[in-house]
């Protein structure tokens, strides 16, 4: 399969329009733009998908009965914040949605045992799952007078759902097919699979026999990301951990500036779908020749974190990927061992001790090794994600604690 960051359309295009339309509050954010391609390159001739496709949720989490478990399918369709019925009806969210308690009920309950059959509209979106309690969504009015939706920031100590066990997987589904990933950009707390079939029959994050448990002991372990573990809720990602006063903002400076040293007197070469580029720090910035010239600053630790910033990777096939592969090397800390880039050797990954350990801990309880621990995390395919251009049918797991 492509990596996604080379291909036409930009890794972060489909939740760029969801993330604009949610409004950010004190207690909520704005969905971050890291999550999905739309459509491939190589989709172009594929046969188109058929509209409302299966959607199955299963619920082997071994800690809650089907009672205990929600589900939450909200996004976007054609500029429009949308929500999904249990009857897999599209509805645009409405103000008048919000209840005497300020928040909505979008909850879709589990069947009373067994699998839980649902169906998902041509839209871009989450599938939330919440355990125990259900999830407070509420409805505002945008800058412009429309109808947005505050999502559930997990990462945000004021958040109504702070305290409330969830996670979720993103899709987008349309006539060029269904694309989608299990994220961990943002946190990590309930592990979920998602399999996938059509075309092909593909499954990926799943979490191993004791792997949520071993994440959350392995971030603990590392002094600098020890805070970021929130009892045995969740894991916050470094990067909002920076934000919320849990990290250190100057963590990977050493590790950058290294960087910057080093290729003041030797060239790293990048390769993408548009050729390779191959580059040297020059004055203050870090300048790329090849098919095109590209350059960029020094980034910070919060750049390298969000993959944004001096990072960040617009959608025009030359920069974009360049800076992706930079924002990958940055996080997997083999820019340094490795002048040709990127390596698709996973066995190189995070050997520094100024690394994005949290990243590395949820490669590692990954079933397939593949996790989305950061946004430029697909670069070389190491990204939980998956597509289909025919598909048929749609599994969402929740597996064993």
């Keep these: 399969m492509t990596p996604r960051h080379q291909r036409t359309v930009g890794r972060r295009k489909v939740l760029f329009a969801l993330g604009g339309a949610a409004v950010a509050a004190p207690a909520a954010a704005v969905l971050a733009p890291h999550a999905l391609a739309g459509t491939s390159a190589d989709a172009k001739d594929a046969p188109a998908a058929a509209g409302s496709l299966p959607l199955t949720i299963v619920n082997n989490s071994g800690s809650f009965d089907n009672a205990s478990v929600h589900v939450y399918i909200v996004g976007n369709q054609d500029g429009r914040q949308v929500r999904v019925t249990p009857e897999g009806t599209l509805v645009p969210v409405a ?9 909505t009920d979008y909850a879709i309950d589990l069947a009373g045992s067994g699998e839980t059959r649902l169906s998902l509209p041509y839209m871009s979106g989450r599938i939330y799952v919440s355990l125990g309690a259900k999830l407070k969504f509420k409805v505002v009015a945008d800058g412009n007078g429309a109808p947005a939706l505050q999502y559930p920031a997990g990462w945000v100590s004021s958040d109504p759902n702070y305290g409330v066990l969830h996670d979720c997987a993103e899709f987008t589904y349309n006539p060029s097919g269904m694309f989608c990933n299990t994220t961990m950009v943002d946190m990590f707390s309930v592990p979920l699979s998602i ?73 790293l070469k990048i390769t993408t779908n548009a050729g390779t580029f191959t580059g040297r720090v020059r004055g203050d910035r870090f300048t790329f020749d090849g098919p095109a010239q590209v350059s960029f600053g020094k980034p910070s630790t919060r750049d390298v974190l969000f993959c944004d910033g001096a990072l960040a990777a617009p959608n025009d096939g030359t920069t974009g990927p360049v800076a992706a592969v930079l924002g990958a090397g940055f996080n997997r800390s083999t820019l340094l061992s490795h002048p040709a880039q990127p390596t698709a050797d996973a066995s190189v990954f995070y050997r520094t001790e100024l690394t994005n350990h949290y990243s590395k801990a949820v490669h590692a309880v990954t079933e397939d090794g593949k996790a989305y621990g950061f946004a430029f995390d697909d670069v070389a395919d190491f990204a939980s994600y998956i597509q289909d251009t025919a598909p048929t049918g749609l599994r969402l797991t929740l597996t064993p604690f």
């Design 95 to 103: 103000l008048s949605d919000n209840g005497p308690d300020g928040f």
């Design 195 to 267: 399999r996938l079939t059509g075309s092909d029959d593909r499954t990926t994050g799943t979490v191993r026999d004791g792997g949520r448990a071993a994440a959350f002991a392995a971030v603990r372990e590392v002094e600098a990301f020890s805070r970021l573990v929130v009892d045995d809720t969740r894991i916050i990602a470094p990067g909002h951990g920076l934000d919320a006063g849990l990290f250190a903002g100057d963590y990977l400076a050493p590790y950058i500036d290294e960087v910057w040293s080093t290729y003041t007197g030797r060239d």
